[in-house]
C-alpha cells in the first residue's frame, strides 16, 4: 500500500483487487465511484447501530428477505441512490 492514512486525507488512491471491484460494481450497480459511497452508506448504518471494526461482522444478522416479507413496501434506505 501506499503513504500511511492520515485523517486530513482527502483524496487517496488504490489498487483494487478482482474481488473488490466486483463488490464495489455491485454495490454500485456498474458504477464503481456509486459502489463506494453505498458502502460507506451501509457501514454508515452499521456503524449507527453499534458495530465497529474489532467485532465479528456476524454482530450484523442481515436478514435474508423473501417474497412474503412484511417488509416488503418499506425499503432499508429512503434514500436510495439510483
Known amino acids: 500500500m501506499g ?3 492520515n485523517p486530513q486525507t482527502r483524496y487517496f ?10 463488490i464495489l460494481l455491485a454495490a454500485g ?9 453505498n458502502v460507506l452508506d451501509l457501514y454508515s448504518e452499521a ?6 471494526p474489532d467485532m465479528p461482522l456476524s454482530f450484523l444478522s442481515i436478514g435474508r428477505g423473501t417474497t412474503n ?3 416488503l413496501e418499506k425499503p432499508v434506505r429512503d434514500d436510495i441512490r439510483e
Do not use: V, W
Not at 29 to 37: D, T, Y
Not at 47 to 52: E, L, S, V
Open 3 to 5: 503513504r500511511p492514512s
Open 13 to 22: 488512491q488504490r489498487t483494487l483487487s478482482d474481488p473488490q471491484r466486483m
Open 29 to 37: 450497480k456498474g458504477n464503481l465511484c456509486r459502489g463506494f459511497e
Open 47 to 52: 456503524h449507527n447501530k453499534g458495530f465497529r
Open 69 to 71: 416479507s412484511p417488509n
